[in-house]
């Protein structure tokens, strides 16, 4: 029987790449349903190739415009936030793959599990904002959340076989961004094309800022303490910055499993859609002709505050994870739209964590209403300056 599969956000890096595994696949995988939230081109492109079930765009005004293009194809389509949870009630759908990127991914991947549908995860804000929530959720419906992003894909491979044996420690690996090494005054100048211009990985310009403050590995540091269940205290960074080495899990005899491989995130999307099994391919392999070396530093916490900013939010729970994220996902965007500095990025997180009132939010909702108090609080700030 071929896995049915849903892609969330298919226009996007991760869905792009998804896709190639999967069209390389083709005895494995079917694509039940494509969605995308702007782009009409590709979603249209990507449903005459792989003829889905159903495709969903959320900008309502290009609905008409993908349905008059899939006109004579045996599609159905659907737009708005709605459509993007009711549709993943499909009895047809086996896995959902979300890569949606920020909170947006949230409560269609609740709404999945809540339905029952394996979890095949990217969207690593999920688990950052409710993480608590999301994973209590899968435990009671018998829902399994399968990693994508690389460092917690190698912990999850390193941890097969192991699931009785107590985890001492993970370190999940870092790039370091294209600012590794630099300080703050030079950070103080540096501009969205320097930031976006990431040594290692070609991804989504969302994720690449986060990488370039590593406020992504403080992102991730959240998303392991939920996958694995494991406390920040014994969560280490480690800077590294060939990429080879994805992350490792450390034991109780002090021996330590790691995964390997190149810098290619179409290895942890086959991985996931294919679990528990492997599935051969020709994507490059690694040889250590080309890595004489690989080498590891200790970030710089007081150069990359952010990572601080998310190991404390993460200590205080609650909703101040939640805030962490809206304030990056904010203000990310306005250094992207060139309204406050790199430097400022952090500031604008500090200073909403400082300001918006603690809560410990219990459902979807109240974790969008803190999403929303802060993205208010933080559009008021910049009105003011
Ligand atoms: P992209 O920005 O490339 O793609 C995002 C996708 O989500 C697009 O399909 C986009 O549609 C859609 N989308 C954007 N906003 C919304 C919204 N409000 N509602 C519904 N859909 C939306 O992101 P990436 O692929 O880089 O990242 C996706 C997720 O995967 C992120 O959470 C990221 O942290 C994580 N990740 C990414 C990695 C990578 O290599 N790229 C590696 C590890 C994790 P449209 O095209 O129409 O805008
Ligand atoms: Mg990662």
Redesign the pocket.
């Known amino acids: 029987m071929k896995r049915r599969i849903a892609i ?10 998804a896709l190639e595994v999967i069209e390389h696949l083709p005895d494995l995988f079917e694509v039940e349903v494509l ?6 081109e ?2 249209i492109k990507q449903a005459k190739k792989f003829n889905p079930n159903a495709v969903v ?3 309502n005004e290009a609905y008409l415009y993908v349905k008059e293009a899939l006109r004579d194809d045996d599609i159905k389509v659907y737009a708005g ?1 709605k459509a ?1 949870c009711e549709v993943l009630e499909m009895s047809t759908i086996d896995m959902v793959l ?5 909170i ?2 949230l409560r ?1 991947v609740y709404h999945a599990i809540k339905h029952g549908k394996t979890i095949a995860l ?5 688990l950052v904002v409710a993480g608590e929530l999301i994973t209590k959720t899968a435990r009671e419906v018998g829902v399994n959340i399968l990693p ?3 460092e917690h894909s190698a912990i999850f491979q390193s941890l097969a076989g192991e699931f009785h044996n107590p985890i001492e420690k993970l370190i999940i690996t870092a790039s370091g961004g294209p600012f590794r090494g630099k300080k703050r005054d030079f950070l103080r100048n540096v501009t969205k094309n320097d930031a976006l211009n990431h040594p290692v ?8 800022i ?1 990488s370039a403050t590593l406020m ?1 590995k403080g ?1 991730e540091m959240i998303e392991a303490k939920w996958l694995f269940a494991i406390p920040e205290e014994k969560i280490e960074i480690v800077i590294h910055p060939q990429s080879i080495i994805h992350s490792l899990v450390q034991f109780e005899d002090g021996s330590l499993k790691a995964q390997l491989g190149l810098p290619d ?1 179409k290895l ?1 999307i086959q991985y996931a859609l294919t679990y528990p099994h492997r599935a051969s391919n020709t994507f490059p392999r690694f040889s250590f002709n080309d890595y004489a070396t690989l080498t590891f530093e200790t970030p710089d916490y007081d150069t990359f505050s952010c990572l601080n900013l998310a190991f404390n939010a993460s200590k205080t729970g609650g909703n101040a994870p939640c805030i962490l994220n809206a304030a990056n996902e904010m203000a990310v965007q306005n250094f992207l739209n060139d309204k406050i500095s790199f430097l400022e990025i952090e500031k604008n997180i500090e200073k909403a964590l400082e300001e918006i009132p603690f809560t410990t939010p219990q459902t979807i909702d109240e974790y969008y209403e803190s999403d929303h108090e802060t993205r208010l609080f933080l559009n008021k700030k910049m009105n003011l300056e």
């Open positions: 969330l956000g298919s226009t996007g890096s991760i869905g792009v790449q969605t995308s939230f702007n782009n009409a590709l979603l765009i959320v900008n936030e993007l979300s890569a949606i990127v920020g947006a991914g269609p990217a969207n690593k804000e999920t994508i992003d690389s990985w070609s991804m989504g310009n969302k994720i690449t986060d992504n992102l995130m942890p």
